[in-house]
């Protein structure tokens, strides 16, 4: 049996979608899939073993140079690329309009959301079946409960199985044990302070860790090297490739993360982790998985779901819910799922 699985982002929508291919290939052995995905997202679907192939889309690329995608033939090869073979079902996992395209364009019965739990509502109008997965279920829920339906087995109880190996990723070559911060993000209303990182790298190296620092583009660089000049046993990491990410991860002994994607890499690596929420909420789309934990901000307003804080007093525009979150509390956390998860 062929499936195409429409899910073209972003890291953690693609990461929470993984489970579903486990649960189908133990109730179909036979199962295989390709996977259509943006281009630079590519090897998380190659990553889990029934997948065969990654049909990459640049829609993000093509979003800010449409000209290039309509008279370089970019869009025209990827259509040619999509419609190689008949698939015995297409599952659009994520329920948007530009999936809903892609999805139409595919050859193969089409499956998807229902009207009421599709996030975009023309997308239903490219499935010829709709079911209903409740929309106030976790993403990972409702991924393995689509699958399920378009596939004819029952929704498993199981705890989601990603598929992934720590050992399947070469080792990062980095002095350990070591703790791994991923403190970057582009909404402001997701970021702990640095002070807050800076305690906290304090307190992993005095637990015999060193620290490890990641960061992307030049404001988080920036924000890196305040957290790690005030730590001694700490080091900027350069930019990571997803390949290289996923190797850092496989070998820390904890992570440190705010609401951002490769947190939950971390959960599908069940490498112990503590995740920070402050304007987004866990229950939804939450890091899941063996040794993962949660800090929720502490404020009425979360999770106002707002990339910009507009709390009386806010004066930075950084997240005061987050802030009232002490490092102490986290490193404890951090520590008691360490002593719980794999070595």
Not at 193 to 204: D, K, V
Request: net charge positive; glycine share 8%.
């Amino acid at each position: 049996m062929k499936v195409l699985v429409v899910k073209t982002s972003s890291i953690g929508d693609v990461i929470h979608t993984l489970p579903a291919l486990t649960d189908a290939r133990r109730a179909i052995p036979e199962i295989r899939f390709d996977w259509v995905i943006e281009e630079e997202l590519a090897p998380i679907c190659r990553w889990h073993p029934a997948v065969e192939r990654a049909i990459t889309v640049a829609y993000r690329r093509w979003r800010y140079r449409p000209l290039q995608g309509l008279v370089g033939g970019a869009l025209a090869a990827f259509r040619r690329r999509l419609r190689t073979e008949r698939y015995d079902a297409v599952i659009d996992a994520q329920g948007l309009y530009k999936s809903g395209v892609i999805t139409a364009f595919a050859d193969g019965v089409k499956h998807g959301y229902d009207l009421a739990s599709c996030r975009e509502k023309l997308a239903p109008l490219a499935y010829d079946r709709r079911y209903a997965v409740p929309r106030a279920q976790h993403a990972i829920v409702r991924s393995r409960s689509l699958f399920a339906q378009a596939l004819g087995y029952p929704t498993p109880a199981t705890p989601p199985d990603y598929g992934l190996e720590r050992a399947q990723f070469p080792p990062a070559g980095l002095a350990g044990p070591y703790i791994l911060m991923l403190h970057g993000t582009k909404w402001r209303t997701k970021r702990w302070a640095p002070e807050r990182w800076r305690t906290l790298g304090r307190l992993a190296n005095e637990a015999g860790f060193r620290v490890y620092v990641a960061w992307l583009g030049a404001g988080e660089r920036r924000r890196a090297e305040a957290i790690a000049a005030a730590v001694d046993a700490a080091e900027l990491l350069p930019p990571l490739s997803l390949e290289r990410a996923a190797s850092v991860l496989a070998g820390a002994a904890g992570v440190v993360a705010v609401d951002t994607g490769l947190a939950h890499l971390a959960a599908a690596l069940s490498v112990p982790a503590v995740t920070l929420y402050g304007a987004t909420s866990p229950a939804r789309t939450g890091t899941m998985g063996p040794h993962q934990e949660h800090v929720v901000g502490d404020m009425p307003c979360v999770p106002c779901r707002n990339k910009i804080c507009n709390y009386t007093g806010n004066a930075h525009g950084d997240a005061p819910c987050l802030a009232k979150v002490p490092a102490e509390a986290v490193w404890r956390t951090l520590s008691a799922a360490m002593r719980a998860g794999p070595a």
